[in-house]
């Protein structure tokens, strides 16, 4: 399996602030990597493919980069419905794994 | 917009068998791949398996002894079958739409997840 390791796996942080999650995968990985958004007692919500292509209808303030190993989740500004848990998810094998989770918390 | 809703008991007994059905509205499911992921509470999420439009299914090795995917196309449902439950299976199952092609396996739609415990 790979494995992937997310950090941290608490941000707080205030509306207004950028912010930026890492995602490390134990082997390359190439950017076949996803990200998602789960808010409590919900569903995760799909907001970035191919490490970089923002999902239709997600806002222009969420952007992903990144390749082989590492990876990063950024929100520019962040807003109060962005306070949420991110986790990232790779396909490169055909076993899908995904990280521990990093959870936005208010500051 | 395709549209997933999970079905079944919320409850099941140690070494019995966990069975779930997802239906899907506004798509058919022949047209796309599928596939059952699950959250321990507070644990990251992990594929289970997935069925593709085609009926083929792949499994999460750690699970594959146990695990089975099937669909019913006349219904517009794919449904979970795991063998065998223990505590460690107690987890918030959810169904979703597998984008899949080169390597893509990815997860655009998601049903809204049911808990199952397990517990005698």
């Known amino acids: 399996d790979i494995q992937m390791t997310q950090s941290p796996s608490t941000l707080s942080a205030s509306v207004g602030d950028r912010v930026t999650i890492t995602c490390r995968a134990s082997?390359?990985?190439?950017?076949?990597l996803a990200w998602y958004q789960q808010r409590p007692g919900k569903a995760p919500k799909l907001l970035i493919y191919?490490?970089?292509t923002l999902e239709v209808g997600v806002p222009s303030r969420f952007s992903g980069s990144g390749s082989g190993t590492e990876f990063t989740l950024t929100i520019s500004s962040l807003q109060p419905d962005d306070f949420a848990t991110y986790y990232c998810?790779?396909?490169?094998?055909?076993?899908?794994?995904f990280g521990q989770g990093t959870k936005v918390e208010i500051k | 917009q395709v549209q997933l809703h999970e079905s079944g008991p919320g409850l099941v007994k140690p070494s019995e068998t966990l069975s779930l059905t997802c239906t899907v509205s506004g798509g058919s499911i022949s047209s796309y791949s599928w596939s059952w992921i699950r959250q321990p509470p507070g644990k990251r999420l992990e594929w289970m398996g997935l069925?593709?439009?085609?009926?083929?299914?792949n499994y999460n090795p750690s699970l594959k002894t146990r695990v089975t995917i099937s669909a019913d196309m006349s219904k517009n449902q794919f449904s979970l079958r795991l063998t065998s439950v223990a505590a460690a299976d107690r987890a918030v199952y959810y169904c979703?739409?597998?984008?899949?092609?080169?390597?893509?396996?990815?997860?655009?739609?998601w049903g809204q997840g049911t808990l199952v415990t397990v517990s005698s």
């Open positions: 979703a739409r597998a984008i899949t092609g080169g390597p893509s396996l990815y997860f655009d739609s």
């Open positions: 998810q790779q396909y490169i094998s055909y076993s899908p794994t």
């Open positions: 082997q390359s990985i190439s950017r076949w």
């Open positions: 191919d490490a970089s």
């Open positions: 069925i593709s439009y085609s009926g083929n299914t």
